[in-house]
């Protein structure tokens, strides 16, 4: 003989629609907590998958090898600044243990001119190899090879993006001629589309060359084999712990840099840098996470507190439900729904403006925010769990009125 | 001759350090009685009602209901006996406000845990009862004083207590109302043979009880038919 869960459910939702307002305000830190939480775990989940897949795209277990560091007198001339590092220095690294492809290159923006259309782009000269570092195929044409290479040959693989500035969209690129500094090429590939690259660059906005094509005849060189950038891949992240040290030891030993000189060349780690964006990520996730735990038991204390209103504004009314039979379970349970009815309703509405905003802000930053199924799960059990914890000292005040006190009050 | 419904025995109580509101106060009502309580304001009627209906426990002294000792009662016992044993009709209604008289009617079949079909038509049954058949779906302010008041007496008989404990129902009413109160009241006694304890300050109301007790200073001064002597004790 006691009241049933179901009706007890039904007395809370109905105490509950008289507080409209009220109710909502009460809400409101929870609604501003969760949001956080739901927007915090969308976004930091979105810059992981962006951060991952541009690095991917970059080529992976890859050390990217920068000529030109610094000078005598610690000025740095910025990375890629003088030519330092040459084709034998590629030669020697890929020797290297654990190295399975390199390539040397050289790049420089250039004016390309497709009959009436003008372009001005990024143009690199590199060895074939890169193709297979950047993990990267054509969607139309072919590639150019090492027999290109050897011959210096004017060909030339466009990305998509300058395929779509130079051509109409219904020409073929491949098999034309366009002119790179006024000299004539002939287009053999156009590179599949990338997108993005972890700094915001669009990876497709460049056309590749024959290294010896880039050096001969397009951007010289100050002396022979020069280049700017020597990509090194290494098997696995396995192989790439201590390889960097080993690229170091190579370079200088080749480069005939005593003891007390600086590197003439630095060496990147992508992996490195990532995990620099994702740490970085972290701090704000880490800030926006204080943010929502402070909103959250301020909400809390919300909740508690209008609770605690409400036992005061009712407790004629749980001396009558007293009085008629009530027991202590019921009207505990009555009042601890209610607060678990105002988390949360503020939790559902947070997840949703969490949600709404993470989609906002994935399609401004242009981030593959989700919200996933734990920051869904995360949101309830939290609300329910805040509802539960402030709501229970309250619903224990009232259920543990005494019926006579209640039924005198006022 | 059946056992006593209500049994109590030299009870006291009060109130901190204040003069005792009851001293050792001791009645004993058979099933059926129907019984008035009188006495001047202050002389302890409610509180003596309150202990009554197991919403207040007497400081000494010793109280049976229905064959039950209420001196070591759980919280939740006494939640039970209540819902079960007791209809109480107060004098400022009590009716929970922003509710349907129906479900005003229906609150202790819910505590006790009845199904809304049992409960629903309960309640209606109840309603028709005290003449409130029309009033099904209104709120308590939507009511006139008399109309609450039975209402109130629809809710305290949804269980079909044993006992109706009434402390001034008519306190607050007009003399239309009143009568119309009291003509429920006397028929609930009559026709269903409902133990019926009945506080009031009016002669003419006591007058229609079968056995009248006077409270003075917290003390019982007279126990006895109701008799122009009795209520002048
Ligand atoms: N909760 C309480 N605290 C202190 N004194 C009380 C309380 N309830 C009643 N009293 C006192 O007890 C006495 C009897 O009150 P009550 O039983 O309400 O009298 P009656 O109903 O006969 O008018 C009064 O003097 C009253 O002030
Ligand atoms: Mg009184």
Same mark, same amino acid.
């Given at each position: 003989?006691?009241?049933?869960? =179901?009706?007890?459910?039904?007395?809370?939702?109905?105490?509950?629609?008289?507080?409209?307002?009220?109710?909502?305000?009460?809400?409101?830190?929870?609604?501003?907590?969760?949001?956080?939480?739901?927007? +915090?775990?969308?976004?930091?989940?979105?810059?992981?998958?962006?951060?991952?897949?541009?690095?991917?795209?970059?080529?992976?277990?890859?050390?990217? @090898? &920068?000529?030109?560091?610094?000078?005598?007198?610690?000025?740095?001339?910025?990375?890629?600044?003088?030519?330092?590092?040459?084709?034998?220095?590629?030669?020697?690294?890929?020797?290297?243990?654990?190295?399975?492809?390199?390539?040397?290159?050289?790049?420089?923006?250039?004016?390309?001119?497709?009959?009436?259309?003008?372009?001005?782009?990024?143009?690199?000269?590199?060895?074939?190899?890169?193709?297979?570092?950047?993990?990267?195929?054509?969607?139309?044409? #072919?590639?150019?090879?090492?027999?290109?290479?050897?011959?210096?040959?004017?060909? #030339?693989?466009?990305?998509?993006?300058?395929?779509?500035?130079?051509?109409?969209?219904?020409?073929?690129?491949?098999?034309?001629?366009?002119?790179?500094?006024?000299?004539?090429?002939?287009?053999?590939?156009?590179?599949?589309?990338?997108?993005?690259?972890?700094?915001?660059?669009?990876?497709? $906005?460049?056309?590749?060359?024959?290294?010896?094509? *880039?050096?001969?005849?397009?951007?010289?060189?100050?002396?022979?084999? *020069?280049?700017?950038?020597?990509?090194?891949?290494?098997?696995?992240?396995? *192989?790439?712990?201590?390889?960097?040290?080993?690229?170091?030891?190579?370079?200088?030993?080749?480069?005939? /840099?005593?003891?007390?000189?600086? $590197?003439?060349?630095?060496?990147? $780690?992508?992996?490195?840098?990532?995990?620099?964006?994702?740490?970085?990520?972290?701090?704000?996730?880490?800030?926006?996470? =204080?943010?929502?735990?402070?909103?959250?038991?301020?909400?809390?204390?919300?909740? +508690?507190?209008? +609770?605690?209103?409400?036992?005061?504004?009712?407790?004629?009314?749980?001396?009558?439900?007293?009085?008629?039979? #009530?027991?202590?379970?019921?009207?505990?349970?009555?009042?601890?729904?209610?607060?678990?009815?105002?988390?949360?309703?503020?939790?559902?509405?947070? &997840?949703?403006?969490?949600?709404?905003?993470? +989609? /906002? @802000?994935?399609?401004?930053?242009? /981030?593959?925010?989700?919200?996933?199924?734990?920051?869904?799960?995360?949101?309830?059990?939290?609300?329910?769990?805040?509802?539960?914890?402030?709501?229970?000292?309250?619903?224990?005040?009232?259920?543990?009125?005494?019926?006579?006190?209640?039924?005198?009050?006022? | %001759?059946?056992?006593?419904?209500?049994?109590?025995?030299?009870?006291?109580?009060?109130?901190?350090?204040?003069?005792?509101?009851?001293?050792?106060?001791?009645?004993?009502? %058979?099933?059926?009685?129907?019984?008035?309580?009188?006495?001047?304001?202050?002389?302890?009627?409610?509180?003596?009602?309150?202990?009554?209906?197991? !919403?207040?426990?007497?400081?000494?002294?010793?109280?049976?209901?229905?064959?039950?000792?209420?001196?070591?009662?759980?919280?939740?016992?006494?939640?039970?006996?209540?819902?079960? %044993?007791?209809?109480?009709?107060?004098?400022?209604?009590?009716?929970?406000?922003?509710?349907?008289?129906?479900?005003?009617?229906?609150?202790?079949?819910?505590?006790?845990?009845?199904?809304?079909?049992?409960?629903?038509?309960?309640?209606?049954?109840?309603?028709?009862?005290?003449?409130?058949?029309?009033?099904?779906?209104?709120?308590?302010?939507? !009511?006139?004083?008399?109309?609450?008041?039975?209402?109130?007496?629809?809710?305290?008989?949804?269980?079909?207590?044993?006992?109706?404990?009434?402390?001034?129902?008519?306190?607050?009413?007009?003399?239309?109302?009143?009568?119309?109160?009291?003509?429920?009241?006397?028929?609930?006694?009559?026709?269903?043979?409902?133990?019926?304890?009945?506080?009031?300050?009016?002669?003419?109301?006591?007058?229609?009880?079968?056995?009248?007790?006077?409270?003075?200073?917290?003390?019982?001064?007279?126990?006895?038919?109701?008799?122009?002597?009795? %209520?002048?004790?």
């Amino acid at each position: 003989m006691s009241m049933k869960n =179901s009706a007890i459910l039904g007395e809370a939702l109905i105490s509950m629609r008289s507080t409209g307002l009220r109710t909502f305000l009460t809400m409101l830190g929870i609604i501003i907590g969760v949001g956080s939480v739901v927007l +915090m775990l969308a976004i930091g989940r979105g810059v992981e998958i962006s951060v991952r897949d541009s690095i991917a795209s970059q080529g992976a277990n890859l050390f990217i @090898i &920068l000529s030109g560091s610094t000078t005598a007198s610690g000025i740095r001339t910025g990375s890629g600044g003088a030519a330092t590092l040459t084709v034998g220095d590629a030669q020697e690294l890929a020797g290297l243990p654990g190295v399975v492809a390199v390539s040397p290159n050289v790049a420089g923006i250039s004016q390309i001119v497709n009959e009436g259309q003008n372009w001005s782009t990024q143009v690199r000269g590199a060895t074939a190899d890169f193709f297979i570092i950047r993990d990267w195929t054509v969607s139309a044409g #072919a590639l150019f090879d090492d027999g290109a290479e050897r011959a210096a040959a004017p060909v #030339a693989v466009i990305g998509a993006t300058v395929a779509e500035n130079l051509f109409l969209s219904d020409e073929d690129p491949v098999g034309r001629t366009i002119r790179i500094k006024n000299i004539p090429f002939q287009v053999v590939g156009v590179l599949e589309k990338k997108g993005q690259s972890v700094d915001g660059q669009d990876q497709d $906005d460049t056309i590749v060359v024959p290294l010896t094509t *880039a050096q001969r005849r397009l951007f010289g060189s100050p002396f022979p084999g *020069a280049v700017r950038v020597i990509f090194v891949q290494a098997a696995s992240e396995e *192989a790439m712990k201590g390889l960097d040290e080993k690229i170091r030891e190579v370079l200088r030993l080749r480069h005939r /840099l005593g003891e007390n000189q600086d $590197d003439d060349f630095t060496v990147r $780690d992508l992996t490195a840098i990532g995990q620099t964006i994702q740490e970085s990520t972290q701090a704000i996730a880490l800030l926006l996470g =204080s943010i929502a735990a402070i909103s959250l038991v301020v909400g809390g204390i919300g909740i +508690m507190n209008i +609770m605690l209103v409400s036992v005061t504004e009712r407790t004629r009314e749980i001396g009558v439900r007293k009085a008629i039979g #009530a027991r202590e379970r019921d009207i505990l349970l009555q009042f601890l729904i209610e607060s678990v009815i105002l988390s949360l309703g503020g939790g559902l509405i947070g &997840l949703l403006l969490g949600g709404g905003l993470s +989609m /906002l @802000i994935g399609s401004i930053f242009n /981030l593959p925010t989700e919200v996933s199924l734990f920051s869904v799960t995360l949101s309830f059990v939290v609300a329910a769990g805040i509802g539960v914890f402030f709501g229970y000292y309250p619903a224990r005040q009232a259920a543990r009125l005494q019926p006579i006190e209640a039924l005198r009050y006022q | %001759m059946s056992q006593p419904i209500i049994q109590v025995s030299r009870v006291d109580k009060s109130y901190g350090t204040m003069a005792p509101v009851l001293r050792q106060v001791s009645m004993t009502v %058979m099933p059926g009685e129907f019984l008035a309580i009188m006495g001047p304001s202050g002389s302890g009627k409610s509180t003596f009602m309150n202990i009554l209906g197991c !919403l207040d426990r007497a400081d000494r002294g010793e109280y049976v209901l229905g064959g039950e000792d209420t001196t070591d009662l759980t919280p939740d016992r006494a939640a039970d006996l209540r819902n079960r %044993m007791l209809g109480f009709v107060f004098q400022g209604f009590n009716l929970l406000q922003r509710r349907s008289a129906l479900d005003n009617v229906a609150l202790p079949m819910i505590c006790a845990g009845l199904p809304r079909s049992q409960w629903d038509p309960r309640a209606r049954e109840l309603l028709d009862k005290v003449g409130l058949s029309a009033k099904y779906h209104s709120r308590p302010n939507q !009511l006139s004083g008399g109309q609450q008041q039975r209402v109130a007496i629809a809710r305290a008989l949804a269980m079909e207590p044993p006992v109706i404990l009434a402390d001034e129902p008519t306190g607050n009413l007009d003399s239309v109302s009143s009568s119309e109160i009291m003509r429920i009241i006397r028929s609930l006694n009559a026709d269903q043979g409902i133990t019926t304890i009945l506080v009031t300050h009016e002669p003419d109301i006591a007058a229609q009880a079968k056995r009248l007790v006077k409270f003075k200073d917290g003390r019982i001064v007279y126990d006895g038919p109701v008799t122009e002597a009795g %209520m002048s004790a």
